[in-house]
């Protein structure tokens, strides 16, 4: 049976810092055993002040509503899933933050912020392409900036990955100071994040 107990204080989020939750998915395929294990646990992350948390989006992911100027409203996804992985962490985050930007065509990314230890991860990325158009949307209509991922082991080759995916009408929302102040909240909610799970 896999065993983990996760519970980390935020760096930099206050006591008093509205916070949202997410459930973690209540089941891990575990790839090469046959069988399924159990997870229980939930994520907290720490929510930016003007960004609100809209009603629905399921147990497992959440929908963020943030106004960055008076014309730019959007959105920011935050998805959680469980996984079991024998590569190295740092290929799992890259591949989720390559598949966020994935257009058709090459998209590479750079990364803006980042921070790693031997349990915990999370990168913030932006593609080299200036405003990519996101899949499935009608070309240029959105545009995502940033693509925020947080990863952390709960028992040996098991993670907890958390996607931050922003959303935003391309036609007005452009501009230093929107990028800043997204990219200031999408790395308050990755330094924040605590976890507390356990598999089996």
């Known amino acids: ?11 930099q989020a206050s006591a008093d810092r509205p916070e949202i939750r997410v459930a973690l998915p209540h089941r891990l395929s575990l790839l090469g055993h ?6 229980h646990g939930q994520a907290w992350l720490a929510l930016p002040a003007g960004w609100r948390r809209r009603p629905g989006g399921g147990s497992h992911a959440a929908h963020l509503t943030l106004a960055l100027s008076p014309s730019c409203k959007g959105e920011v996804e935050v998805q959680v899933s469980v996984s079991r992985t024998t590569q190295p962490i ?9 598949f966020w930007f994935d257009t ?3 998209a590479p990314v750079r990364s803006v912020a980042s921070q790693t230890n031997a349990n915990r991860r999370w990168l913030l990325a932006v593609p080299y392409s200036s ?4 899949p499935s949307e009608p070309a240029r209509r959105y545009v995502s900036l940033f693509f925020g ?5 709960l028992a040996p080759h098991v993670w907890v990955s958390i996607g931050l995916g922003p959303r935003l009408p391309a036609a007005v929302c452009a501009g230093t100071d929107i990028e800043t102040e997204l990219q200031q909240g999408l790395e308050l909610m990755l330094r924040s994040v605590r976890i507390s799970a356990r598999v089996g």
């Open 131 to 134: 405003s990519p158009s996101l």
């Open 1 to 11: 049976m896999l065993l983990a107990g996760c519970l980390l204080q935020a760096t």
């Open 149 to 153: 991922v947080f990863a952390e082991r």
């Open 104 to 106: 058709g065509v090459p």
């Open 34 to 39: 046959g069988h399924t294990a159990a997870v």
């Open 90 to 98: 740092s290929a799992e985050v890259r591949q989720y933050v390559d």
